[in-house]
């Protein structure tokens, strides 16, 4: 075979192979991905089966006896958030969500197999929303929970968490979704990561915060998960924002899907935390 028709041949063969197999990937992911969750959420679930449940238009709320006086505050914060955040998200979930009230921290972090180290009033997990009861971290009567869990609780957090995961089917790191659960708690519940944060002159290096978030000081990969976010929202727009999500959706990587919606390499993001003389917006 002529040399040159043989380079053509292999570079032909390559190109095939591209256009055919790495569509075939992306689909593969795409369904394997919400089987696997699914799985976790039957895992998750089937675990707390002695639990009450609530349905609701969105919801399922599964709760012990001894929560049932505080379940409607519980419905109230879940739907009111919800509305605001598909609002936000341009985005319904197809099934409703599963929300699990745990009367101990124990309980939660024993079914969700969190180490006990990594502290936490709520966590999202396979599918499932998941809070301690806040009768266990507020104190007062009825209208003091009330009044707190709606202002300040893990709701907004994790419900976002739940729909990043829904869009993107998994396909983010871990800071990703951090950053846009904060940006949603700095949105619609006023709360800033981190505001006395005010210096970050030396950024965690993308690559790390990507590969490593957990090893980092929790601190500063919160903070510059937030700041990130933030400045994507505010300097490219809500609606790039959702076209990332949509882009990891569809199978393709991260880098990837920031250098096609935002034009940019991904390291340049660190630049959303920086002001021009090395310190970092607020």
Not at 269 to 274: E, F, G, K, M
């Amino acid at each position: 075979m002529n040399k040159k028709i043989k380079i053509v041949f292999v570079i032909s063969a390559a190109l095939f192979f591209l256009v055919m197999v790495l569509p075939v990937q992306q689909a593969l992911y795409n369904v394997s991905y919400p089987v696997y969750r699914n799985f976790q959420q039957s895992r998750i679930v089937s675990n707390i089966s002695g639990y009450l449940s609530r349905e609701t238009e969105n919801f399922t709320i599964r709760y012990t006896l001894g929560d049932g006086d505080i379940v409607d505050m519980v419905e109230e914060a879940a739907q009111q958030h919800f509305i605001e955040i598909c609002r936000f998200f341009d985005y319904v979930p197809h099934s409703k969500i599963e929300i699990i009230v745990y009367p101990s921290e124990r309980e939660m972090y024993a079914n969700l197999r969190m180490p006990p180290e990594q502290r936490a009033i709520g966590a999202y997990h396979g599918g499932t929303v998941n809070i301690i009861s806040p009768k266990l971290w507020i104190d007062g009567g009825y209208d003091d929970i009330r009044k707190v869990f709606l202002a300040q609780g893990p709701v907004v957090h994790e419900i976002t968490h739940y729909i990043v995961d829904d869009m993107a089917k998994g396909n983010f790191p871990v800071w990703f979704t951090e950053g846009i659960s904060l940006y949603m708690d700095y949105s619609l519940l006023g709360f800033e990561w981190a505001p006395g944060l005010e210096h970050i002159s030396e950024p965690i290096p993308m690559d790390e915060l990507i590969m490593y978030f957990d090893r980092q000081d929790e601190v500063l990969a919160y903070r510059q998960s937030f700041l990130i976010v933030k400045g994507i929202v505010e300097n490219y727009g809500r609606v790039r924002l959702l076209d990332i999500l949509k882009e990891l959706g569809s199978g393709a990587d991260f880098k990837s899907a920031i250098r096609d919606i935002l034009g940019m390499e991904v390291y340049m993001l660190n630049d959303a935390v920086r002001t021009p003389d090395g310190g970092a917006e607020n």
